[in-house]
């Protein structure tokens, strides 16, 4: 008789507390889409610009629970996010500091910010708070002046002042917001100082924000960034395009009588994530931009792509063109997985290219 329990009890995972544990699981799983709860969201870690669901992106069901319910003295609502365990083993870009796009009650897409994940032994969730404003600012980035934009979850600042300091000769505004954004490469070019603008539609002049701490260790994935408020700057801040310092100089540009011609100084490759194909995954976008004025725009020439795949058979790669859009997919060769390609974008007189790694899926 003990042998036999020792044998059930081995088979169920060793000792009682292990099996209830498997046998819970089973019951989850097998009522996962019976649970009115469940929807189908897409995750997304960008390195780079704004997350977009591409054609070839799958979703993801999980379950969509509210954490704190509305109250008119506290911060923005929190909800949770519960994933399969498998789709946590399968899945690398489910965590903090990625993107989720979930469908509201009118089927609307909604971009929200995965903030913190829980150490619960069983059925753990995630913290997620919606991204309710795109943030866009200026950095120098090897000696150029080059536009950031990041979605961000905007944060009540715990600790309260009066909003302004007063030291008897002059009064300065200290309101304060606290913004939480992942930490990727476009991220880590935020500095002290480093301008925002944020109000309204229609409110001129826009409030503007500068920013005062950085933390980008407290949680891994997300900086949290407090900005206090300063004054709008018509010569140098950009209220149409809602962009701070947008020009260098602090003389507000002339505008001459006669029309310009708009001048581009380079092109770029766009895309969503990384510049990466899966190998046995499905199409990958790649769109041609040009930059006028610092502000990147459709290219309208017309554009011959090329693909160059050293020491690799380049059947292996299936690639169209519609559109301006140029779409590249990987067979399923795990032995490409590391290789690289590149990516060549030619139009009248100037090309970009771009270096394209193959993933794993």
Known sequence: MLDS???RMAALGGYEGEARRRNSQKIMDTSWMRDAATKPVYVKWVDTGLPVVDDDDIPVYAKYNVKSYYNITGDNIAYLLQFR????????DIKVGSYVSI???MDEPEWWLIVHEDDRTQFHQFSILKCTWTYRWVSKVGGKRRIF???GAPRKQNSYNSGVWLDYTTQTVENQEVLWIPTNDDTKTIYYD??????STGRYPPIAWKVSKIEDTATEGISKITMTQEQFNPATDNAELMIGNYYESAVEPEIKETEETPTVSDLEIIYSGSPAV???GGYKKFTLKTRIDG??????DDIEWSIDFPDSDPTKLTTSVMDNIFKVKCTNDYSLIGKTF????????SSKSLIVEVTSL
């Open 5 to 7: 329990y020792r044998l």
């Open 85 to 92: 365990l498998e789709d946590l083993k399968n899945r690398p």
């Open 103 to 105: 469908h509201n009650e």
């Open 149 to 151: 934009e990041c979605l």
């Open 194 to 199: 480093t301008k925002f603008l944020k109000s």
């Open 278 to 280: 899966r190998a046995g």
């Open 295 to 300: 502000k990147l725009v459709d290219c309208t």
């Open 342 to 349: 590149t990516i060549t974008a030619k139009v009248e007189n």
